[in-house]
C-alpha cells in the first residue's frame, strides 16, 4: 500500500511539474505590417505591382474610350433615323450594337486577364519575401528561446492577438535579421 501511495505521489510530482514547465513556455510577437514596411524587397515588389496596375489600367481606358466614341456616334446615328432612312440606318445601328457587345466583352476579358497577371505577378514577387521573412521569424524565436510567436498585425481584417499582457516584441530583431535599420520608422495605421 506504500508503495502505491509512493508511485502515486511521484506520478502527480511529475505531472504537475510538466505543467509548469508547459505553463512557462515563452511567447513573443510582432507587427509583420512594420517589418514588411520597411523591407526593401517588398517595397519594390509594391512598387513594381502599382506600375503594372497603371499600365494595365491605362490599357482599359484607352478600349473604355474606343468604347465611349462608338457608343455616341451610335446614339448620334440614332437621332438621324427617319421614315425615309429607317431601313439603311437601322441596319447601321444593328452593326454598330453588335460592335459595341463585342467591345463590351473584349474589355471585361482585359480587366479578368489584368487581375490574373497581377495576382500572378505578386505570387512570383511576393513568394521569396515572405520565406525570408519566416525564415528570420524562425531563427528570432529559436535565438529568443520562443514556443510562439504572434503577429499583431490587423491583416486582412482580422488580428491573431487578441490579449497581450507583456510578452517579447520581436519586430526589432526581426528587422535586424532581415538587414533593416533599427531606425527605420515604423509602419503606419
Partial sequence: MRKLI??????????FSANVANAQQKIGHLN???????LADAKTAQ????NLAKVKQAEIGK????????YEAAIAKNKTLS??????????????????QGMEKRIKDAQTKAQQEIATKQGELYTPINQKFETAVKAVAKEKGLAYVFDTAAQQGA????????????TAAVK???GISASAAPAKK
Avoid: R
Fill in 6 to 15: 509512493n508511485v502515486f505521489f511521484v506520478a502527480a510530482a511529475l505531472l
Fill in 32 to 38: 509583420s505590417e512594420e517589418v514588411f514596411a520597411n
Fill in 47 to 50: 512598387t513594381t505591382l502599382e
Fill in 63 to 70: 478600349m473604355q474610350t474606343e468604347y465611349q466614341t462608338k
Fill in 83 to 100: 421614315e425615309a432612312n429607317k431601313e439603311t440606318v437601322t441596319k447601321e445601328l444593328q452593326v454598330m450594337g453588335e460592335e459595341l
Fill in 159 to 170: 488580428n491573431n492577438l487578441l490579449y497581450s499582457d507583456g510578452g517579447d516584441d520581436i
Fill in 176 to 178: 535586424t535579421k532581415l
